[in-house]
């Protein structure tokens, strides 16, 4: 299921002791030192420090160039497998990090359907004093972190009635409640179903699924 460096990845970070290790985040200059406490700027943070760490452990990976784009890394030489995107949570509380931009990642998948076969590398983290502590990691794929919810097909921040960014389901507990969906398919089908009812318009849904369908057969030579 899920693709093999990214499995071996977190077997090697899980064996180098990962959950538990400690470290320490600060900032120094003119002579200041600060312990910095606050959380925002944690998970970029943590994704450079994978990123050396992969350096150093003989792991190959490429970041991407537009940091602001999907996914983190890449995991191969081919940019179309063995994708890795990197997720932090203040372990405190439930997962709430931003798994995707709905309309931007909708529309990749037209054309660049492998998409969905990105790895999501998540860590649980704790930060104090300047002190930051791993509490957790997971390996998942997209449609394991997801849920659907009252209002659509797919959880997500909404605001002012539009669709920002997909976010995920609680599985640091297993939540009850809406459940993550249990296969790609059933994911695809939760997005044509938000898009359908978000955009009023369910043709154009339906033909978004048959062009991701096509984009992906094409890729894998597979059915999604």
Known sequence: MYGTKALELYELLK?????????????????????????????NLLQEWLGEWMTLNGVYSRGNPNTQQFPDFYLSEDDRVNLLEVKAFDFANTPNFDVAQFDAYTRSLRTEAYKLDVDYLILGYSLSNGVIKINGIWIKKIWEITCSMKEYA???????????NIRPYNFKTMSKG?????????????????????????????????EVGASYSEFTKTQP
């Open 154 to 164: 797919i959880r997500a921040q909404v605001k002012q009635g539009k669709i920002h």
């Open 15 to 43: 064996r180098q002791g990962i959950v538990g290790a400690q470290g320490s985040i600060s900032l120094e200059l003119l002579n200041t030192e600060l312990k910095v406490n606050d959380k925002s700027a944690t998970g």
């Open 178 to 210: 809406a459940q993550p969906f249990n296969s790609r398919v059933a994911f695809l089908n939760a997005i044509e179903e938000t898009l359908a009812k978000y955009t009023g318009d369910t043709a154009s849904a339906e033909e978004w699924l048959a």
